[in-house]
């Protein structure tokens, strides 16, 4: 595989970042990750836009132009001859000897990004659906910014797997605010899509947007509000997004059946919505 190293491709054991890299020391970075289905790029001005957005919360300079950005992504996508699967695109603000504060003036902002080949339109998940158990939300104020500080979605993702599930939905003050990387909806039995309005609790993610607009240019009713987890056991269907899984059908929680334990009709007319426009 060949990576994007400040500057320079590179081939990935040859990949360099200083060990005083604020990434790695202070999880100071932000990151973004974009689909790529038949070699082409979903969404990808709608990641630029909210790469921006993280980066003008945590006053991290980008000097990269938009148009650098992309041209990276499809020079690694034509280099490693990626037709399905993602573009990870990280920034940190840069090199500095270990100190709290930092002046982001004097530092080279430090930008990777690299490509992970794999299927995306037919998976397990796509097929089968997914188990989920639900875990306290202990994040920090602001999920709203895409950061690399990931530790507790990791441990949410493998107490999951402990517990014998799929993944996480994070809860909290028993109402579910989003999957452990992924936005989180339930469907109600009278068809409603319920999702929980945007706020500094969740990522605003690219396929939730996506998603919402082509659902209701075909009349689905949408509702964002907040639901608790009990109200998602009893839904008709659940489904999460992300950039990565598109729709994904959520087939129990926390040990409760939905839909018969099979990808619900709606979520999968959602999915086919979804990549069916996106495309
Ligand atoms: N995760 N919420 C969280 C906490 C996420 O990490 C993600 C994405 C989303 C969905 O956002 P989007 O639709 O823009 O991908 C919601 C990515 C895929 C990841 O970390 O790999």
Redesign the pocket.
């Known amino acids: 595989r060949t990576v994007y190293v400040n500057g320079a491709y590179v081939p990935e054991n040859e990949a360099r970042v200083s060990v005083f890299d604020r990434g790695f020391l202070f999880a100071d970075g932000i990151y973004e990750?974009a689909a790529v289905i038949g070699g082409k790029l979903i969404d990808f001005p709608a990641?630029l836009n909210?790469l921006h957005r993280s980066a003008d919360e945590l006053g991290l300079r980008v000097d990269a132009s938009n148009e650098e950005l992309l041209a990276i992504h499809r020079e690694l996508i034509s280099r490693n001859g990626i037709s399905e699967g993602v573009v990870y695109m990280q920034m940190t603000r840069g090199v500095a000897d270990r100190d709290f504060a930092y002046d982001t003036d004097s530092m080279e902002p430090t930008l990777v990004l690299f490509t992970q080949s794999r299927p995306l339109l037919e998976t397990s998940t796509s097929k089968n659906g997914m188990s989920i158990v639900s875990v306290e939300d202990i994040r920090w104020g602001r999920?709203d910014i895409?950061t690399v500080q990931?530790l507790y979605?990791s441990m949410a993702k493998m107490e999951a797997r402990s517990r014998g599930a799929d993944d996480a939905w994070l809860v909290r003050d028993g109402m579910v605010t989003?999957?452990?990387?992924?936005?989180a909806f339930i469907v109600t039995g009278n068809g409603i899509i319920v999702t929980r309005p945007l706020s500094n609790a969740?990522?605003p993610?690219?396929?939730?947007s996506a998603l919402m607009s082509y659902a209701a240019a075909t009349g689905t009713r949408i509702a964002e509000r907040t639901f608790s987890i009990e109200e998602a056991k009893d839904a008709a269907e659940a489904f999460v997004?992300?950039?990565?899984v598109f729709v994904g059908p959520v087939i129990s929680i926390d040990g409760v059946e939905l839909s018969g334990g099979k990808p619900g009709p709606v979520t999968m007319g959602l999915r086919k919505t979804y990549i069916t426009e996106s495309l």
């Open positions: 990750v990641h909210r999920c895409k990931l979605p989003e999957g452990s990387s992924s936005n969740i990522l993610g690219i396929t939730r997004t992300s950039a990565s």
